[in-house]
C-alpha cells in the first residue's frame, strides 16, 4: 500500500507544504483503483502500487482542471491487466453451487 513516504519518494517531493494534498492524492488513486477493479483488488501488490503512484504523480503534476483528459498508455493497460486479473481472483476465491 502506498504510503505518504512512498508517494513523496517516488514524486521527489522533500517538503511538507503539500503533504496533506499528497494523501488526498494517495485516497484518491486508491479509490480510483477500487473503481476500476473491483474492491477485491489488492492494493499490496506491486503491480497495483505502481499504478497507484503513477496516478499520483499524475495528480500531483497535472493540478490544473484542464489537460489531455486521459492517462497515459501505460497506466491504462495496466488498469485493464488489474481490472480482468482482480476478475479472475474473485471468480477463483467462491465456490460454485454444485460443491454447495
Given amino acids: ?3 505518504l513516504d512512498k ?3 517516488f514524486l ?3 517538503h511538507d507544504e503539500d503533504d496533506t494534498l499528497i494523501e488526498m492524492y494517495i485516497d484518491a488513486a486508491a479509490g480510483y483503483i477500487k473503481s476500476a477493479c ?3 483488488v489488492d492494493l499490496n501488490k ?3 502500487e505502481t ?3 503513477m496516478l499520483i ?3 500531483y503534476e497535472n493540478r490544473a482542471a484542464t489537460g489531455q483528459g486521459g492517462y497515459s498508455h501505460s497506466v491504462s493497460s495496466m488498469l485493464t491487466q488489474l481490472r480482468l ?3 479472475i481472483e474473485g471468480e477463483n476465491s467462491g465456490y460454485s453451487e454444485d460443491e454447495a
Fill in 1 to 3: 500500500m502506498v504510503d
Fill in 7 to 9: 508517494a513523496k519518494n
Fill in 12 to 14: 521527489r517531493v522533500e
Fill in 38 to 40: 473491483g474492491d477485491n
Fill in 46 to 48: 506491486k503491480k497495483v
Fill in 51 to 53: 499504478v497507484q503512484l
Fill in 57 to 59: 504523480s499524475d495528480y
Fill in 85 to 87: 486479473e482482480t476478475e
